[in-house]
């Protein structure tokens, strides 16, 4: 069974850098067939992807994040990781690490294992 | 981005009740469409990818229908374990986006 655990400060300065890791277990992010993937949901509302990265380090991020956002990879430790800049206090969410697949021939992309999530609040 | 806007935000239902909620796209997504049950406290589960294929493991009581930019998930006969808030998300093109989410309570 494949399970994903967040990790990482749960408190952040404004201005300053959030900083995330996602171990993987069960299976590794180096598989062909699979995608690494970050969202995040702020207190009480909705889901927002941020990006996703394969492998080989190949990454797709969210425009509206793009300027901000770094998403890595690490295959010796079987973890990725998000980091997030600048940030202020609209960047605080739970923050879900999720696998991603294309299924099928018409390659649909969908979010099959997540973590837990992990609260990051952004205050001083 | 494609926006997606679900109906109803929130709903009152009993066990046994037959259930619809509605997601619409801002533009055709083809069968780009997955639905999500989200309980308090808990990462998001997924049902349906496809539009309406059924995610192994889901019980079939729950389904998923629709094509271009109208999408439904039906659940047949609620049980007190769907009390929780579903999500739709397109992923027919990125960014990948969700709908604000349908939440279903207790009647």
């Known amino acids: 069974q494949v399970q994903l655990q967040e990790s990482g400060p749960g408190l952040v300065k404004p201005s300053e850098t959030l900083s995330l890791s996602c171990t993987v277990s069960?299976?590794?992010?180096?598989?062909?067939?699979?995608?690494w993937t970050w969202i995040r949901q702020p207190p009480g509302k909705g889901l927002d992807w941020i990006g996703f990265i394969y492998h080989s380090g190949s990454t797709t991020y969210n425009p509206s994040l793009k300027t901000r956002v770094t998403i890595s990879v690490d295959t010796s430790k079987n973890q990725f990781s998000l980091k997030l800049s600048s940030v202020t206090a609209a960047d605080t969410a739970v923050y879900y690490c999720a696998r991603m697949y294309y299924h099928g021939s018409a390659s649909y992309p969908l979010f099959d294992y997540w973590g837990q999530g992990t609260l990051v609040t952004v205050s001083s | 981005d494609i926006q997606m806007t679900q109906s109803p935000s929130s709903l009152s239902a009993s066990v046994g009740d037959r259930l619809t909620i509605t997601c619409r796209a801002s533009?055709?997504?083809?069968?780009?469409l997955n639905w999500y049950q989200q309980k308090p406290g808990k990462a998001p589960e997924l049902l349906i990818y496809?539009?309406?294929s059924l995610q192994s493991g889901v019980p079939s009581r729950f389904s998923g229908s629709g094509s271009g930019t109208d999408f439904t998930l039906t659940i047949s006969s609620l049980q007190p374990e769907d009390f929780a808030t579903y999500y739709c998300q397109q992923s027919y093109v990125t960014p990948w986006t969700f709908g604000q989410g349908s939440k279903v309570e207790i009647k």
């Open positions: 533009q055709s997504i083809s069968d780009y």
């Open positions: 069960g299976g590794s992010v180096s598989s062909a067939s699979h995608y």
């Open positions: 496809a539009a309406s």
